[in-house]
């Protein structure tokens, strides 16, 4: 079987993330990872914190916490959502890990070795107020491009175009609001990916099954305007990893930190070095994932993330692996997604606008939301979430469709013929036509999920618990069963093992739901089918079982209401 590496987009540490962040990276990739192991492929799935850069420092200072603190605590905030919502990360790291420190200094020395940075010296806006440069993020204003007066200095959240601070309107200060600031002279280092632009513009090119998504950002950058821009990677704060060449000091550099966009893909690389001492394992171990000297040719490298992060991994990544000169494993495939809106609104971290993932988990369990985000993923075009819709989808397609057949079925077996899957009865054509049905709808799930596809997997899910419904509702063992019960004990068999079915193929969606269903049918451990007649038979007569618990409840009306009131405004 083959070697996959994943990696979800690392999530800043500035506080709880939103649903559209978790099915923007998080979420598909947790899929897609489930579904290979289930498959039996190796798997490397790999996330961390992202903890340098702006967003940490004003996130702890309104904290009133020291950086480092806040970042410990908020890590391990983070890792009990993530577990909450079951994301089957082999590593959660941070990327304020000594691993990363090294790796980040390493690849700048490289890049310095290979003539790829350059040092400029440029005006930045300094606050009198807060006594300090402000790069990026530290500074508000209004975007020049879409008017959005909550811009950011490095970029606009609203129409997501590159901005550097100077260019904001009526800039301000995100520390204080003050309006006190003063263009300055300040000397940074820069990656001078305008030199890669050929390498990249053919690496991109050979991407020939890539989404349109992915591929329309990353050529956009490479050949609006003037084309690829050179990308400063170094900035004037105290929270970050300082500025090295390699293992040497960096002269003129001196109390710089390098920029959160050049060390934070690193830590993708950096963090499997850190599952490599968190599980006691070998450089060699690690490196046989990310190095092609060392065993990496045969991986096959996906990463997964929101269209914001596309240009960060389609160029400034690469570039900095390319231009190393280094055998490190460039990605295959980037999985990008559009934005997830919120009742007719953004969801939005700075705002506290939307559902965030520790609120929606003390609503309704893990797999309530699983559910809804992966079978509305914004896939090919911005999706939004209503209350309604998510009531609808949680009713019809969890509670109607899947706990629904688990339930009738368990429960009729148990009152006409006990806790046993019960023996008798010959198969006929309408199993014949089950057989080929499911043979065919498992083939259309599996391509799906293959191509990562989420909305059609989840759609062709779906349908494979349609099957059995209709399959219940044409055979209707329960009047069968008062003119023919050893027919009616053979249709109750075969739905049986149909439970077991979607316990097994269900379980990258809804893990703990898939976890009841096979535990109910005294199937732990169950592989994925081999083909549709094995599947069907896999519980013999005889084999015990219990009726599950009820697998997924119906949300009321009195709860949608009460829940789209009480989001209705912003998180504190």
């Excluded at 941070?94 to 940075?117: E, K, M, V, Y």
């Excluded at 429960?411 to 057989?435: H, I, M, W, Y």
Aim: proline share 5%; charged share 25%; glycine share 8%.
């Amino acid at each position: 079987m083959a070697r996959h590496l994943i990696t979800s987009a690392i999530p800043y540490i500035n506080g709880i993330k939103h649903l559209g962040n978790l099915v923007g990276s998080q979420l598909p990739a947790d899929l897609y990872a489930r579904y290979l192991r289930a498959r039996g492929h190796e798997v490397m799935f790999l996330c961390a914190t992202d903890e340098h850069g702006t967003p940490a420092e004003l996130a702890a200072a309104k904290a009133g916490k020291p950086v480092e603190d806040y970042c410990r605590e908020m890590h391990a905030v983070q890792t009990d959502i993530a577990q909450g919502f079951r994301l089957s990360f082999d590593h959660f790291g941070r990327s304020s890990s000594p691993q990363n420190h090294a790796l980040t200094q390493h690849f700048a020395g490289r890049l310095a070795d290979a003539g790829l940075i350059r040092e400029v010296s440029e005006k930045q806006v300094y606050s009198h107020t807060d006594k300090r440069f402000l790069p990026d993020r530290y500074i508000e204003g209004t975007c020049p491009n879409c008017g959005y007066d909550k811009a950011r200095g490095d970029q606009c959240e609203n129409c997501t175009k590159q901005l550097d601070p100077t260019d904001l309107i009526d800039p301000r200060s995100a520390i204080s609001g003050s309006t006190e600031l003063e263009v300055r002279e300040t000397k940074h280092l820069y990656l001078r990916q305008s030199d890669m632009r050929a390498k990249l513009q053919d690496w991109i090119d050979s991407k020939t099954d890539w989404p349109i998504l992915t591929t329309s950002i990353a050529k956009k950058w490479l050949n609006d305007g003037d084309g690829l821009q050179d990308r400063g990677i170094t900035r004037d704060l105290d929270w970050g990893i300082p500025v090295k060449k390699g293992d040497e000091d960096w002269p003129g550099m001196e109390g710089k930190v390098f920029y959160v966009w050049f060390d934070a893909p690193i830590e993708y690389i950096a963090c499997a070095g850190e599952w490599a001492e968190a599980n006691g394992k070998s450089d060699a171990d690690w490196q046989r994932w990310w190095r092609t000297d060392k065993g990496a040719d045969d991986v096959r490298y996906t990463q997964f993330m929101g269209k914001d992060n596309v240009p960060f991994h389609t160029l400034s990544f690469p570039a900095t692996i390319l231009g190393s000169g280094e055998p490190w494993k460039l990605v295959d495939y980037i999985k990008s997604f559009n934005y997830l809106n919120y009742d007719g609104g953004q969801f939005s971290t700075s705002q506290g606008r939307g559902v965030f993932m520790d609120q929606a988990l003390d609503i309704l369990p893990a797999d309530y939301w699983r559910w809804w985000l992966l079978s509305h993923a914004p896939e090919s075009s911005d999706a939004e979430f209503t209350w309604e819709n998510f009531q609808g989808s949680v009713n019809k397609d969890l509670a109607d469709v899947l706990g629904n057949f688990a339930s009738r079925v368990t429960k009729f077996c148990r009152s006409k013929f006990g806790d046993e899957v019960p023996s008798g009865g010959t198969e006929g054509e309408r199993e014949a036509q089950l057989n080929r049905d499911l043979e065919s709808a498992l083939g259309d799930y599996q391509r799906h999920m293959d191509a990562i596809d989420v909305r059609k997997s989840a759609a062709a899910l779906r349908g494979l618990w349609v099957l059995g419904n209709e399959y219940l509702q044409d055979a209707a063992p329960w009047a069968t069963f008062k003119e023919d019960p050893e027919t009616a004990a053979m249709q109750i068999r075969t739905a049986l093992n149909l439970i077991r079915v979607y316990g097994v193929i269900s379980e990258p969606f809804i893990p703990d739901a898939s976890a009841q269903l096979l535990t109910a049918m005294n199937a732990d451990g169950a592989e994925w089918p081999k083909d549709a007649a094995s599947a069907l038979s896999a519980l013999p007569a005889g084999h015990s079982f219990v009726v599950p618990e009820v697998t997924f409840r119906k949300i009321t009306d009195d709860e949608r209401d009460s829940w789209a009131a009480q989001f209705s405004g912003t998180r504190d």
